[in-house]
């Protein structure tokens, strides 16, 4: 999980760190639910719980969050998709925190785009980026 602030002016620069304990894995993924749609939105439940519990309760109008899932919904048909992301989404509404997000932020990754966000996770696990210097 990341924090993202921006303070002042729209002139301002965003700030971004990372939340220590801010990642959690749940299995199996979501495209495992290609035939049970309605078991997807159940399955972000805990993602949902650890980040209502780490945004404050007084920010959390305004967290944005975002789904994006990789390569196994690429293989999903796009039909199952739609269903998959509009069960996930009705998940997120009718949780309990204050935390939300417009359907549009339900989507998958790009092959080209996930392969981007590996290249910058592995340097910054190197501390080849990210770093100030």
Known sequence: MRRYNRSGSDNAPARVWAVPGGSKKVSPGVSSFANNPAGAGASIHPLLDLASGMV???????????LRATGGMRLVAEPQRALLYDSLYAAMRSHPCAIKAPREAFDTLSGQLEGVYGFLAVNHLLARVGQVR
């Open 56 to 66: 404050p309760a007084a920010e959390q109008a305004q967290a944005v969050v975002f």
